[in-house]
Antibody
Framework: QVQLVESGGGLVKPGGSLRLSCAAS????????MSWIRQAPGKGLEWVSY????????YYADSVKGRFTISRDNAKNSLYLQMNSLRAEDTAVYYC?????????????WGQGTLVTVSS | EIVLTQSPGTLSLSPGERATLSCRAS???????LAWYQQKPGQAPRLLIY???SRATGIPDRFSGSGSGTDFTLTISRLEPEDFAVYYC????????FGGGTKVEIK
């Protein structure tokens, strides 16, 4: 069965950095686009970034562009999110999700999330 | 940028009742790009509907999606206790985007 397991969250000071990881299993990771989505405490869902199956195509939300970098290692079945210059408003649960890109557009599998707290 | 507006914000219903949730887009959206998710407290979202009307794997047939253009609807024909949750619609324009959510609570 498809499993996505995030790690790397924690408490970080404003201006600091953090790297999130997502370990995938149960499917051919290299065949799929992947994405990060976040949810601030008590708020709705916000798409952050997605990356194509090969890593050659990448998109970011305007709110994180220039500060966050998405990447993947298909040999390790892993997705990453490098977060720099963190702000209080980046505090959220970050979910890794598989992104269906062909003819339709939706996130079909989600991890359980990892909490990032940006606070002094 | 396309904006998705979900209504109502909160829906108070009893088990066994019918729930009708609305998702309105600020401009026309391809039906292929409209999805619905369910989220329970402390859990990740779960895909319910994709392509506006196709149920995801394992989703009971009491859940149905419809609509086109700018107006989309998620219907739960008879609410079960486990259906009380927050529901989000999602579209894809130049990037994925979510509506603000509708909370379905027990009356």
């Amino acid at each position: 069965q498809v499993q996505l397991v995030e790690s790397g969250g924690g408490l970080v000071k404003p201006g600091g950095s953090l790297r999130l990881s997502c370990a995938a299993s149960g499917f051919t990771f290299s065949d799929y686009y992947m994405s990060w989505i976040r949810q601030a405490p008590g708020k709705g869902l916000e798409w952050v970034s997605y990356i194509s199956s090969s890593g050659s195509t990448i998109y970011y939300a305007d709110s994180v562009k220039g500060r966050f970098t998405i990447s993947r290692d298909n040999a390790k079945n892993s997705l990453y999110l490098q977060m720099n210059s963190l702000r209080a408003e980046d505090t959220a649960v970050y979910y890794c999700a598989r992104w269906q890109q062909w003819l339709v557009r939706y996130f079909d599998y989600w991890g359980q999330g990892t909490l990032v707290t940006v606070s002094s | 940028e396309i904006v998705l507006t979900q209504s109502p914000g909160t829906l108070s219903l009893s088990p066994g009742e019918r729930a009708t949730l609305s998702c309105r887009a600020s401009q026309s959206v391809s039906s292929s790009y409209l999805a619905w998710y369910q989220q329970k407290p402390g859990q990740a979202p779960r895909l319910l509907i994709y392509g506006a009307s196709s149920r995801a794997t394992g989703i009971p047939d009491r859940f149905s999606g419809s609509g086109s253009g700018t107006d989309f609807t998620l219907t739960i024909s008879r609410l079960e206790p486990e259906d009380f949750a927050v529901y989000y619609c999602q579209q894809y324009g130049s990037s994925p985007f979510f509506g603000g959510g509708t909370k379905v609570e027990i009356k």
